[in-house]
């Protein structure tokens, strides 16, 4: 992506706030590799206060009453993308407001968008919790209305920054809930698959159409339901998914567990991309495609950021 920009000709002050966008995918991808499954709890501070662990009903009915947060909920229902800004309003709500403990609000947020990232979401939440940052964040009416160009006022967000720390949870958020949320993995018949050839494991989190193109591969997208019962996402994400799946040429799809798969597929032939989800696939590993050099934990991303910088700018 970096070397796409720069090669359209654009200055390092023009493109450097996109870049920085972008790596900021890449930290919380580096945060999930080095931590494994810690990112689903409290990494770095104890969430305080909490009430629940639930979700705050008037969230998922689109109903707080904040009239641009209420539209983006159904827009997010509707076309599986919410703007970044609003999902730090969504997630301050749920987590800073209504109290409630920030991993069952993420996994809603999660099963409903189509660009959904385990890493950035969770860890997201965590930055805007201030489980994984050192304060947490708040956005007030003033803010949402300057950047989404609304007008509200007279909202139970409608104060100063001063006051967040001893908000009482408003009438409107005291009312949580549980959802059940379940993936609908697609009925296929099993392929027909060649026993002794080189194949490629594409999955949900990789569907990159120029991996090894126009090499003679066998090519499979697994889904694997055990993935889908801890991380679910909508019928629309596995359309999505399927849709995007249409541009790699002859791509098999096999809905099964990786043992499943590997009594098709002669284990020396299978080769997959390394991913966090990917701990427990057998065969020949391929590094993924990362923006710069940079590897190891990083406890911010400004710490992170700096030594990303230093290599890209040279």
Known sequence: MYEFLTGLGQPWNVIEKLVQELAWREYWQLVWLNKGDAINSDLKNVQQPISN??????????????????????????TGYMHNHMRMYVASICCNIAQSHWHQ???WMYYHLLDGDIASNQLSWQWVAGTFSNKKYYANQENINKYFNSTQKNTFLDISYEEFENLEIPKTLL??????????????????LFKNKKTLIYNYYNLDAEWHKHEDFQRVLLLEPSIFKANPVSLKCIDFTLSLAKNIPDLKIFVGEFTQLAEEVSIKDIIYKEHPLNTHYIGIEEEREWMTNVRGYFSSFHSFWKKCKKELKN
Not at 53 to 78: C, G, R, S
Not at 179 to 191: F, G, M, Q, R, S
């Open 53 to 78: 662990h639930l979700i705050p009903k008037n969230v998922v009915d689109a109903n707080t009453h904040i009239q641009v947060v209420d539209e983006a909920i159904k827009e997010l229902y509707d």
């Open 105 to 107: 609000p993420s996994k």
């Open 175 to 192: 009312d949580t809930i549980l959802i059940a949320l379940h993936t609908k993995l697609p009925k296929v018949d099993k392929p027909n």
